[in-house]
C-alpha cells in the first residue's frame, strides 16, 4: 500500500503567523506532489504543487519545500489569516514517468484554525 | 464554466436501499474518479475510469459499482445501502497524466446517510 503521512492532523495559529504542515511518503516513484484546501461543505481545491526536480516552490502566502532525499515534503502558509482555516491535504502520484499510476494518494488531512 | 458537477448534495436512504449518484464534468477530462471522505481516514479511492467505457477498483470498490457510459458523466451506485457507506462521496476528473495541466479538479460532494 503506497502511503503519504500527514502530521499534525490539526493546528492553531494565530493570525499572521506561519503555519506549517508535514507530509512524508514512501514510494520513489513519486513526481508529483500536490496539495488541496477543503473548506467545510466544499469539494477540495488544488492549491499548490510541486515536482521533484526543484526543493521548493511559492504562489503568494503559500510555499511547498520538497526534500527528496528525506522523502518529505512540507506547506508553508506564511502570514496565516482566518480566511486560511480548513482542511489542507498532501498528495502524491506517478504523474510524469510514463508508468501514470492513474490515482492521488491522499495523506489523512490537517485541520488548520487560524485564530485572530 | 460548469467543472464537476454531482448531484444529488445530499440524500438518506435505508438499510438495502439503492441509488446512483451522479458526476458530470465538462472539461473533457479523460480521467475520472469517485472518493469517500470519512472524519480521520482522509480521501479513500472507491473506482476510477480512465476513459469512456472503461472502470477499475480502487481502494475501498467493495458495495459499489461503476460506469461511464459517456465522457462525460461517472456514475456510482449502491446496489444495497449499509449504514457503513454513510459518508460524503466526492468525484474528481483530471486530464490524463503527464499533461503540463495535470491535476484533479473536485465536485462539491455528496452527503450520504444511510439510516
Known amino acids: 500500500q503506497q502511503q503519504v503521512k500527514q502530521s499534525p492532523q490539526s493546528l492553531i495559529v494565530q493570525k499572521g503567523g506561519i503555519s506549517i504542515i508535514n507530509c512524508a511518503y514512501e514510494n520513489t516513484a513519486f513526481d508529483y506532489f500536490p496539495w488541496y484546501q477543503q473548506f467545510p461543505g466544499k469539494g477540495p481545491a488544488l492549491l499548490i504543487a510541486i515536482r521533484p526536480d526543484v526543493s521548493e516552490k511559492k504562489e503568494g502566502r503559500f510555499t511547498i519545500s520538497f526534500n527528496k532525499s528525506a522523502k518529505q515534503f512540507s506547506l508553508h502558509i506564511m502570514d496565516s489569516q482566518p480566511g486560511d482555516s480548513a482542511t489542507y491535504f498532501c498528495a502524491a502520484t506517478i504523474a510524469y514517468s510514463g508508468a501514470g499510476s492513474y490515482q492521488l494518494t491522499f495523506g489523512k488531512g490537517t485541520k488548520l484554525s487560524v485564530i485572530p | 464554466n460548469a467543472g464537476v458537477t454531482q448531484t444529488p448534495k445530499f440524500r438518506v436512504l435505508k438499510t438495502g436501499q439503492s441509488m446512483t449518484l451522479l458526476c458530470a464534468q465538462d472539461m473533457n477530462h479523460e480521467y475520472m474518479y469517485w472518493y469517500r471522505q470519512d472524519p480521520g481516514m482522509g480521501l479513500r479511492l472507491i473506482h476510477y475510469?480512465?476513459?469512456?467505457?472503461?472502470?477499475a477498483k480502487g481502494e475501498v470498490p467493495d458495495g459499489y459499482n461503476v460506469s461511464r457510459l459517456k465522457k462525460q458523466n461517472f456514475l456510482l451506485g449502491l446496489e444495497s445501502a449499509a449504514p457503513s457507506q454513510t459518508s460524503v462521496y466526492f468525484c474528481?476528473?483530471?486530464?490524463?497524466?503527464?499533461?503540463?495541466?495535470?491535476?484533479?479538479?473536485f465536485g462539491s460532494g455528496t452527503r450520504l446517510t444511510v439510516v
Open positions: 474528481a476528473s483530471s486530464y490524463v497524466p503527464g499533461q503540463t495541466n495535470y491535476g484533479y479538479t
Open positions: 475510469s480512465v476513459g469512456e467505457g472503461t472502470t
